[in-house]
């Protein structure tokens, strides 16, 4: 774990497999365990990240291996992860919903993290190849 400007930042690389979400999501439950968060707010930030590492298990690498990156950077004031993958990437407009209202393929993984976290990105790494989604969750201070 690396501290920085009042927070600590930690980076995990798992292979591109379902099996090593787990991983993922037991170093999340580590990092926010002392900030006693409520099992609500913790149960949702491990499906907003199960959800965000599925999508890079999922699409980014057909036919060969690979690996997933997360971020995690803990503030006094908020969570932020990033999940990156050297894939073949995609297109956030094909992730959302259609002019219908309904989703399109895949696209519920998203709508799901939207509807938990208080800020979004995604699209390509800022290389430019690979995708990158991170995510911010406000959090009560610490007491």
């Given at each position: 774990m690396t501290a920085y400007n009042g927070g600590?930042?930690?980076r995990l690389t798992i292979p591109a497999k379902a099996e090593y979400i787990a991983l993922g999501r037991l170093?999340?439950?580590?990092l926010v365990g002392r900030r006693g968060l409520s099992?609500?707010?913790l149960a949702d930030l491990r499906l907003a990240l199960t959800e965000a590492c599925s999508n890079s298990v999922r699409h980014a690498?057909?036919?060969?291996?690979g690996t997933v990156e997360i971020l995690y950077e803990l503030h006094d004031d908020r969570l932020a992860i990033e999940v990156a993958d050297e894939g073949k990437g995609f297109d956030p407009d094909e992730e959302s919903p259609n002019g219908n209202g309904e989703l399109t393929e895949g696209g519920l993984g998203i709508a799901i993290i939207r509807s938990i976290v208080d800020d979004l990105e995604l699209?390509?790494?800022d290389?430019?190849?690979g995708?990158?989604?991170?995510?911010?969750?406000r959090l009560a201070p610490p007491e």
């Open positions: 600590h930042q930690i170093a999340l439950a580590g099992d609500e707010t690498y057909p036919g060969r291996e699209g390509p790494q290389h430019g190849s995708s990158r989604l991170r995510f911010v969750k």
